[in-house]
């Protein structure tokens, strides 16, 4: 009989797990505006298949987002092609990379034998609260720009107010400072928007599910399904 080998649980990965309302939102978490972009973790029980994304560090925990799929899911990849003038967001499943898939990326996703995190709570950590919006989008942006890849922006709802989330504004200086403003005179339709686009030569801040227009700058939305547990807004 093989022998059942033990787990040292001080090789698991300390992780804070954060659920998102969409695949979508899952793809977005990730820095897949690349050639080759970072694949997707899976692990199956008898309820469901998990996807995971590994995001940043908060005091040596990482960030897990994640997204179930039906137990039996035998997708290998996750494809996604972002809305322009012309077409619509295209996000899905696939077993096959098809050919001639003009402007689609393929993103792997990788199957795990066995759980390699184990949960672990985060503390309150320092929130700072950025009174104007559009104030904390441009310095994403900027940042964003500075590192050559299209920057993100978390979007949660807490005390029946919305949100954006940033984690860290200046790198690893302040890598467990969380930056927030409130989202106000949110219109219904906006929250079915994934990007906020900024119009730099009019100085013009609004919400999109339009990307492509090279005379706008762009920051993607993540919808979190419930919101970071460390954190508590005034």
Request: proline share 3%; net charge neutral.
């Amino acid at each position: 009989m093989k022998k059942e080998t033990k787990i040292n649980n001080d090789n698991l990965i300390p992780a804070c797990f954060v659920p998102l309302y969409t695949l979508e939102d899952l793809v977005k978490s990730i820095q897949f505006y690349t050639s080759a972009p970072k694949p997707i973790l899976a692990l199956r029980d008898k309820s469901k298949r998990r996807l995971f994304v590994l995001g940043s560090k908060v005091h040596n925990v990482r960030l897990v987002f994640f997204f179930d799929l039906d137990p039996n899911d035998q997708s290998k990849y996750i494809y996604y092609k972002s809305a322009d003038a012309i077409s619509d967001e295209v996000v899905g499943l696939s077993s096959s990379i098809e050919k001639n898939s003009n402007n689609v990326q393929y993103i792997t996703i990788v199957e795990l034998s066995r759980n390699i995190f184990k949960e672990k709570k985060i503390p309150p950590i320092l929130s700072v609260k950025i009174e104007d919006s559009n104030s904390l989008i441009k310095a994403l942006i900027a940042k964003s720009i500075d590192a050559d890849t299209l920057g993100k922006v978390y979007r949660l709802k807490e005390n029946n107010k919305y949100f954006i989330v940033a984690l860290s504004l200046l790198g690893s200086d302040d890598s467990n400072i969380l930056y927030y403003s409130e989202l106000k005179d949110l219109k219904a339709e906006d929250l079915k928007k994934g990007f906020i686009k900024y119009d730099y030569t009019n100085d013009i801040v609004e919400q999109t599910d339009k990307v492509g227009d090279t005379s706008f700058l762009y920051l993607r939305i993540v919808d979190l399904k419930e919101g970071f547990s460390f954190f508590k807004p005034e």
